[in-house]
């Protein structure tokens, strides 16, 4: 999605917090919208039809996003066909946000159900996988997942946008076709019902029985003894506890045929054990709001900023690619010293909130020196010249992201694994990467607040038209005392915690690889060139 900070820039003209907004809403939706879609899966789709439609809607929407360029349609809208923001007409930005939309469904569905729809392809015997495996299912996923990750490079040296967001619709078009002309030899697994389900029902009973006593004794509620997965009684929101109490009056046959007005003490326990961890979720959040700023205003810094190496002028992706493999290292170095001890995701979490300290403050120091490059230049009213400083002065800030968000994603992952119920483990592993996308969203309500409050008084706000009359250095060291402010919040919502010891006994725990990432990076493979 930088190519779409840098096209609502440049040929939009758009203010760049107005960019940063639009482009922080489609991430935040990309990564709120997978909780929805996994329980229509499980409850309804399964996760063939879920990566069909996903595949579908995603290319559909690169579609629209070429479409809505103003060459495109330029004789259909009685539009001019050069890239300046008077050709760009109605049915343009319909378009455009109709392609925002489609693409932020489709990344959603495949984060959702690609990963799982690939591990169903190997869930049954190997001879059988040898034999009805079809090369297109191969081919198909090379296309949707390689070919966008070398083309952001190339498509770079590209320069009409019609092309530029062309290329990768046709690719995704003909990976999705390449991958329907499959589906009579794919493993599909129908939908079994979602475990939110079960949450949903202990809402449902305890608020049947709200004026029912719960009793003293917790071996008077209602629970299967014979089942072999139980959790023994707390004391923690009693309220909750009603929906096992068992009625006198009826027949426990008869109330046990009835999941939606008697639940298991288990099945309670559970739900407790996920509310209870809400509070110290909220500090979570603006982990988001710092990791927002990187496919925002880094970027829109680099943009202007000089890209040479001697002769050669780097592309702009290189900061990403540096951002990716710091992401990565981090990760994969933290859980190899230890990160998958006990309270090793608890620890993760805190070290990511160190680095978003640390990357909000070099960000706030490299500003500080950007500004007054521009000034000593004599460019502040020149936002389209080239700063005469290395665009490497972003890179620092690049790779300390990269690692706030490579050890929180995992650490959070981790955490809500090793402290909810096996059922629910994708779901938390989804939620995790909702709460980023929560404060990725509430990025665009602070930076509006921090720039009304700013501007009071008469004092220009700190975020003007463009980047060079802004102080963006001053949002930045604003970021740093909220993130310092988040961690101290956070050690004491820690020490509250009680941590539950869910986690199997060392002889029955799965293995989860060498890096033990319960994420996959399919949202970025697929939208490199979104």
């Not at 939606?260 to 709001?289: A, H, N, Q």
């Amino acid at each position: 999605m930088w190519m779409t900070m840098v096209y609502l820039t440049e040929v939009w003209k758009l203010n760049f917090t107005h960019a940063a907004a639009i482009v922080n809403l489609y991430w935040g939706i990309v990564a709120v919208l997978p909780v929805g879609l996994q329980f229509l899966v499980d409850a309804f789709m399964g996760n063939y039809w879920m990566v069909l439609v996903s595949s579908f809607a995603y290319s559909a929407g690169l579609g629209f996003l070429s479409m809505s360029t103003p060459p495109a349609l330029a004789g259909a809208t009685g539009t001019c066909s050069a890239y300046e923001p008077e050709c760009i007409g109605q049915g343009q930005k319909i378009l455009f946000y109709t392609a925002v939309a489609l693409i932020a469904v489709g990344m959603s569905g495949h984060l959702t159900s690609l990963g799982a729809f690939i591990a169903e392809q190997f869930m049954d015997s190997q001879s059988d996988l040898d034999d009805s495996m079809p090369c297109h299912f191969f081919l198909s996923f090379l296309m949707v997942i390689l070919i966008p990750i070398a083309g952001v490079f190339a498509i770079y040296y590209i320069k009409p946008w019609s092309i530029r967001y062309g290329i990768p619709a046709i690719c995704t078009l003909v990976a999705t076709l390449i991958f329907l002309t499959g589906s009579c030899s794919y493993h599909t697994h129908r939908a079994q019902g979602s475990p939110l389900t079960t949450l949903f029902r202990v809402f449902v009973a305890s608020a049947s029985k709200i004026f029912r006593r719960c009793p003293r004794d917790a071996s008077h509620l209602y629970e299967k003894r014979d089942d072999g997965y139980q959790i023994s009684h707390t004391h923690r929101l009693r309220c909750l506890d009603k929906a096992a109490i068992i009625l006198a009056a009826q027949p426990l046959e008869q109330q046990q045929n009835n999941r939606w007005r008697l639940c298991r003490v288990t099945e309670v326990e559970e739900t407790k054990s996920i509310l209870c961890m809400i509070p110290i979720c909220t500090t979570f959040i603006l982990m988001g709001v710092v990791s927002s700023i990187g496919n925002t205003y880094f970027i829109e810094q680099a943009t202007h900023m000089n890209r040479k190496v001697g002769r050669i002028k780097v592309p702009l992706p290189i900061l990403l690619w540096f951002y990716d493999r710091a992401k990565q290292q981090f990760a994969k170095s933290y859980f190899q010293i230890g990160g998958l001890t006990r309270y090793g995701p608890l620890i993760g979490i805190a070290v990511s909130m160190i680095f978003a300290i640390l990357c909000c403050i070099t960000a706030a120091k490299v500003e500080t020196r950007r500004l007054g490059v521009v000034k000593r230049h004599g460019l502040i009213d020149k936002p389209e010249e080239t700063i005469p400083m290395s665009i490497f002065w972003l890179l620092p800030q690049f790779l300390l992201l990269g690692g706030l968000d490579g050890i929180a994603d995992n650490s959070i992952g981790w955490f809500f694994i090793d402290q909810v119920p096996p059922s629910m483990a994708r779901y938390m592993v989804l939620f995790a990467i909702a709460l980023f996308g929560v404060g990725i969203m509430g990025s665009v309500l602070s930076v509006y607040l921090v720039g009304e409050i700013s501007g009071r008084g008469g004092k220009p706000s700190w975020f003007q038209e463009t980047l060079n009359k802004s102080r963006l250095d001053q949002y930045y060291w604003t970021l740093a005392a909220l993130a310092a402010a988040n961690l101290v919040l956070y050690v004491l919502m820690s020490i509250w915690y009680a941590y539950n010891d869910l986690r199997l006994e060392d002889d029955e725990a799965p293995d989860y690889g060498e890096t033990a990432e319960p994420f996959d990076d399919n949202v970025q493979c697929c939208c490199c060139c979104a």
